[in-house]
């Protein structure tokens, strides 16, 4: 059962709460405790984790915005049996602070295709595999008259600020989602951007934390936002095919710079993002997945 964006926050809120209390185990956010790790339905082992088979990815286009930049990329993915594979497509979103510090992002649960066709002019060429990939007919729909490419060499200059107002979503600056404490902005502002069949919010100061889908609910498509503090961190997502563990996506999260990672898959398997610090500070995260109509 899906559950609202505002039990979400408020279950995030009370756990907050709780882990500043303590726990037997250690785990909880740092603010009170130190480097903590926090698991939310994981399906990996610490162990399965480390032996993840990492899967090459190739980017196929690079789109320029003025908040950020876009890559997009093509990886292939086995099904559950671990017999087929088929290609399937890797949205690394970045968004950098502005000159005063505030950060911008794309609002919606957009596809990659939809998303690359929101943000370029109606003459900048289409990969093929994001036409290949896409679920939504209607939505391959949109990209009628464009020129189909296997892929673009060079980046792609994205649509202008003036054309994206109403498609962007103003932030907090960094300065803000990086205090010290629960950050109440990071819940409301970051969480609520996706909104998809399972979401968990991790608006405390984490080490790492961790959600997945088990295998009584496989999902298709996995995506988090990661917000590195006061040190670099990385994100990572997984997939589980023929009882091999694969890693798709490892990204390095630059200090006080947003990760919008998506992986759009091509079946529905158990699937994980674990969001992590690699020095001094804390990350914050959330993670969505999710089966398209």
């Given at each position: 059962m899906k559950m609202s964006w505002k039990y979400m926050?408020?279950?995030?809120?009370?756990?907050?709460?709780?882990?500043?209390?303590?726990?037997?185990?250690?785990?909880?956010?740092?603010?009170e405790q130190g480097p903590a790790l926090a698991q939310t339905e994981a399906t990996l082992t610490a162990e399965e984790e480390a032996n993840a088979v990492a899967v090459p990815a190739t980017e196929v286009v690079r789109v320029q915005l003025f908040f950020g930049e876009h890559?997009?990329?093509?990886?292939?993915?086995?099904?559950?049996?671990?017999?087929?594979?088929?290609?399937?497509?890797?949205?690394?979103?970045?968004?950098?602070?502005?000159?005063?510090?505030?950060?911008?992002?794309?609002?919606?649960?957009?596809?990659?295709?939809?998303?690359?066709l929101a943000t370029t002019a109606a003459t900048v060429p289409v990969p093929r595999v994001l036409l290949a990939t896409e679920p939504s007919s209607a939505v391959r729909a949109?990209?009628?008259?464009?020129?189909?490419?296997?892929?673009?060499?060079?980046?792609?200059?994205?649509?202008?600020?003036?054309?994206?107002?109403?498609?962007?979503?103003?932030?907090?600056?960094?300065?803000?989602?990086?205090a010290s404490g629960t950050s109440a902005a990071w819940a409301s502002d970051v969480c609520t951007l996706t909104n998809w069949d399972v979401d968990f919010c991790h608006n405390g100061t984490w080490y790492s934390v961790t959600d997945g889908v088990g295998s009584s609910n496989k999902k298709r498509n996995s995506r988090g936002y990661t917000l590195g503090c006061g040190a670099n961190g990385r994100v990572r997502h997984y997939y589980k095919s023929g009882g091999?563990?694969?890693?798709?996506?490892?990204?390095?999260?630059?200090?006080?710079?947003?990760?919008?990672?998506?992986?759009?898959?091509?079946?529905?398997?158990?699937?994980?993002?674990t969001h992590s610090r690699t020095a001094s500070g804390f990350v914050r995260a959330s993670s969505h997945f999710n089966v398209p109509f």
């Amino acid at each position: 059962m899906k559950m609202s964006w505002k039990y979400m926050i408020l279950l995030t809120a009370l756990t907050g709460c709780l882990d500043g209390a303590g726990s037997a185990d250690g785990s909880g956010d740092t603010d009170e405790q130190g480097p903590a790790l926090a698991q939310t339905e994981a399906t990996l082992t610490a162990e399965e984790e480390a032996n993840a088979v990492a899967v090459p990815a190739t980017e196929v286009v690079r789109v320029q915005l003025f908040f950020g930049e876009h890559s997009y990329r093509v990886s292939s993915e086995r099904d559950d049996r671990g017999t087929a594979a088929a290609d399937s497509v890797i949205l690394i979103e970045t968004s950098k602070p502005d000159s005063s510090g505030r950060l911008r992002i794309l609002r919606g649960s957009l596809s990659p295709l939809e998303t690359y066709l929101a943000t370029t002019a109606a003459t900048v060429p289409v990969p093929r595999v994001l036409l290949a990939t896409e679920p939504s007919s209607a939505v391959r729909a949109r990209a009628a008259g464009r020129t189909i490419v296997a892929s673009l060499s060079a980046p792609v200059q994205g649509l202008p600020a003036s054309a994206l107002v109403g498609s962007t979503a103003p932030l907090a600056s960094t300065a803000q989602y990086c205090a010290s404490g629960t950050s109440a902005a990071w819940a409301s502002d970051v969480c609520t951007l996706t909104n998809w069949d399972v979401d968990f919010c991790h608006n405390g100061t984490w080490y790492s934390v961790t959600d997945g889908v088990g295998s009584s609910n496989k999902k298709r498509n996995s995506r988090g936002y990661t917000l590195g503090c006061g040190a670099n961190g990385r994100v990572r997502h997984y997939y589980k095919s023929g009882g091999i563990w694969y890693k798709p996506i490892d990204e390095p999260t630059p200090s006080g710079v947003i990760i919008r990672s998506t992986k759009n898959g091509s079946w529905a398997l158990q699937r994980q993002i674990t969001h992590s610090r690699t020095a001094s500070g804390f990350v914050r995260a959330s993670s969505h997945f999710n089966v398209p109509f």
